[in-house]
Structures are given as C-alpha cells and as structure tokens.
C-alpha cells in the first residue's frame, strides 16, 4: 500500500497528513523543515518586545469544505472511492442518504450566532464543488436565483468576521486549465487531494490557484488567502508558498498573502504562523507570505459525519484542560478546525453545537482572548517579525514594511512620560488605560518599570517619544 492509501485509513485526511508530515520532520523539529524560507528579516531590537495584540492571545476557527449550497462531501465521496479503485472503505460510507444541500437558513444561523458571540476566522468557498458547478456560472441541481442568494448570504453574512479562501477548484478532481473540465485520469495523480502537485513547479501550482481565486473573484468574493485540499502541496511545500504569494497578489493585489496547509494537533512544536519568503523589506513593494498553523483536529463531527471528539478536546468541561487551553496558556494563536460536513452534520447539527460549547467555555475561562480572522493574524505576525525598531536615548526608531493596527509594544525598562506616536507631521497622544488587559487602539498602560503601548503601526517611518 503506498503511503497515500495508508494515510487515508485514517478518518480526518488532514489530521493524518499532519501526522505524515511530523514523520518528515523527524528530530529536527516543526520550526526547522516545514518552514519555508524565512527570507529577509531586520536587525534584532535590545530592550522591546512586541507583544501579541492588544496584549492578548488571539484565537480564530478554520472551517474547511465549505462552499455555496453543495454538500461537498457527499459529492467526493464517490470521486475519492473511485480514486483508489474501491480499495478502500474510508470512501464507502452510506453517503448517498446524505442530504445534498447545506441550506443558506443555515449559513445565516451559524453566521450570526458567531457574529453575536465575535467569532472570527476562515470560511472555504469551494469555487467549482466537486466538480458539480462553478460559482461563477451555475450549479445544475439550483436556479440561477438560488447560486446568487447564496452568494449574497456569504458577503453580507459571513465575510464581516470571515475570510474566504478557494480550497482549490473542485477539492476532488483536477481541473485542466484549458478546457476548464476534469482531465480523464481520475487516478490519485490528478486529484487535488493527492499527488498532483508533487513535482510541479512554483508557475503551473500559481497558475491553478490563479483559475481558483479567479472564478471566486468573478463570483464576487474577495481573498487574501488560500487553504489546501487534503494532501495538496505536503510534497511540494517551497513551491506552494511560493504559489500562493504570487496567485493571491496576481489575482486580488493582497499585501500579505496567506495559506492554511499545516496543523499540530498535540506537543510542543509551535503553532505560531510562520513569515516565509521575506524580501525588499526596505522598498516600496515589500513581499511575504504568512503560513497560517491551526492547532487542533476536527473534533466536531469531521468531513465525513463520523461520531466527534467533542468539546473536552478543545476546552475541558472544568476548563482546566484541553487542547486550546494548552496553546492559550503559551500565548500562541489557538486556531481550531472543523469541518462543514461536520458542523451541519446531516441537519442534525451536531458540529454546531460542539462548536457552541466550546466558544461558551472559552468565555467562561479566559478573559485574555482576541478572535481574529486569518488575514488579521497574518498581517499582525508579518509586522511582529518583519518590522524594524531601535531605542535611542530620545526614544524607539521604527521602520515598518507594512501597517498593522493595535501594534503592541513594550518599551524599554525606564521609560520616563506618557508615549507618544510620532509619524511625519502627525503627533498622536496615546490615551492611558488602567492596566495592560484593557489596551485599546492608541493607548497605553504602565506595566511595572515597561510601559506597553498599543497603536496602529503606520507603514514606514515613525518614532515614539515621551511626552
């Protein structure tokens, strides 16, 4: 059996590739060979420390196999069933009594519940959903009218608090970019799930996210980053983020492009993003590329409606323990994962209220979080890493490649008056707040002998001084 085959005796495909991944990594560790090319970075501060926003840890939920009214999964089923030649059971669940559609009653549901509750994170819209339609044109099975409200329920709805991202074209079969149809192989070489991207190059992986991002663009939607479909990239990691800095800027102009294609679930290995592809920091036109590193599994009703772990894996019922509560407590991004599949789970809803659960929880636990979207949490780690500051004996020098709102920063032991944001002619007095756990944007808190400020960094020079 080939390790693909192996991989997918697993339940949750992505879990699994995680697991394939790790075993890559062997000894030497998460940090060192699945990053990519970290690139440019400026020279190390003495005495700062930029602290995540607003002093607080931000947390955010992935939800993969998403799209307009197609249930996904009861489409790929078949096509992932045919593409290891019925070998495999994993593909030979009773999908034909799933239902067909994830109505829109139930987008709106979930998006203004996780509106009331702030929820933020990433929606997948699948632009051409296992094959069955394209977005941008029409899906066989619906009127014209009913693509177009769902397309409007996924603008008004859900992209307030969410980012969009492709899952590639159909999350099933390779589509051949010249005729904008599968190609006849429907071996695991030409689905998108496996290994069709293993030895391609940055240019033909750009080009395919490129038709992507391009039919959702049509659709009306906006991206500023990309998720992959299963295994999609695992073997070729360098060109992926490579791809998809240029796709995403070819297509939507995004200043920091994004992809989501790792996940560590258990250990120690970091679940921060990683700032890959760095350079021309001191230009015009700086580029990077955020990897986005979720740190939970599925454990809401996964892709393929199997019983789910449930809410004690992400945040333990006496809220002491808990997958989430583990990063929480490292303060690095909790960003959590699910399925939509799952989280509709046949009208049962099962993934719902798990999900339900643990934000409650997650409430009642901490009250140090910031929920964010992926492209927010992209951009503030892009400008933790890449922006340059220097203490002075008048105050901190700061060059930064891209802006970044609620920048916080703690300022050197000593520090003598209130901070104040100097950016050209403009002089910005910040506001003081009480302690460190009420920052703002524009205020600042003392914090024993180290005052933390938080403002909205302005792209290239700027100076902070005291008052």
């Not at 995403?248 to 250990?267: K, N, Q």
């Not at 490292?330 to 798990?354: C, V």
Request: glycine share 10%.
């Amino acid at each position: 059996m080939n390790p693909e085959s192996a991989a997918l005796l697993s339940n949750d495909r992505r879990l699994f590739l995680k697991r394939m991944a790790a075993g890559i990594v062997g000894a030497a560790g998460v940090g060192s060979s699945l990053a990519q090319e970290r690139g440019d970075r400026p020279p190390a501060s003495t005495g700062l420390q930029v602290l995540n926003p607003r002093g607080r840890v931000p947390v955010s939920w992935i939800i993969d196999d998403s799209t307009c009214l197609v249930n996904l999964n009861k489409f790929a089923m078949p096509q992932f069933d045919a593409a290891f030649g019925g070998s495999n059971a994993v593909y030979q669940r009773n999908w034909r009594d799933w239902p067909n559609e994830i109505p829109d009653r139930f987008v709106r549901e979930f998006g203004e519940w996780c509106a009331s509750q702030g929820v933020r994170g990433k929606f997948s819209v699948v632009p051409y959903p296992a094959a069955v339609g394209r977005l941008d044109r029409f899906l066989p099975g619906w009127s014209q009218k009913e693509l177009r409200e769902s397309l409007e329920m996924i603008r008004t709805v859900m992209m307030p608090n969410w980012d969009i991202h492709p899952e590639m074209v159909t999350h099933t079969r390779v589509i051949d970019l010249k005729t904008g149809q599968p190609f006849a192989d429907s071996s695991l070489k030409f689905m998108e799930n496996w290994e069709w991207t293993t030895g391609r190059g940055v240019g033909e992986i750009a080009d395919y996210m490129a038709y992507a991002l391009g039919i959702l663009k049509e659709a009306g939607l906006a991206c500023e980053g990309v998720t992959t479909p299963g295994g999609f990239g695992v073997r070729a990691l360098p060109q992926l983020a490579q791809a998809t800095l240029q796709s995403v800027r070819s297509v939507f102009g995004a200043e920091i492009p994004h992809y989501f294609r790792h996940l560590f679930d258990r250990g120690a290995d970091s679940v921060a993003p990683r700032v890959e592809y760095a350079r021309r920091l001191d230009s015009d036109h700086p580029e990077c590329v955020v990897s986005i590193v979720a740190c939970t599994g599925d454990w809401t009703g996964g892709w393929d409606n199997t019983p789910p772990g449930g809410a004690d894996r992400f945040i333990t019922s006496d809220l002491g323990g808990g997958r989430m509560v583990e990063i929480i407590a490292r303060g690095e991004p909790a960003i959590a994962l699910s399925h939509w599949t799952g989280i509709y789970f046949n009208g049962e809803e099962q993934g719902f209220q798990i999900l339900k659960e643990v934000v409650r929880r997650l409430k009642a636990r901490f009250d140090n979080l910031i929920w964010m979207k992926l492209r927010e949490i992209a951009r503030y780690w892009a400008a933790r890493e890449l922006t340059t500051l220097s203490a002075d004996p008048t105050g901190v020098s700061v060059h930064a490649p891209f802006a970044c709102p609620d920048f916080t920063l703690r300022l050197p032991r000593g520090w003598k008056g209130a901070p104040v944001v100097v950016s050209g002619a403009e002089k910005r007095s910040l506001r003081e707040a009480s302690r460190p756990l009420l920052l703002e944007q524009n205020t600042w808190a003392r914090d024993g002998e180290a005052p933390v400020i938080c403002f909205d960094l302005a792209r290239g020079g700027s100076r902070i001084e005291a008052r």
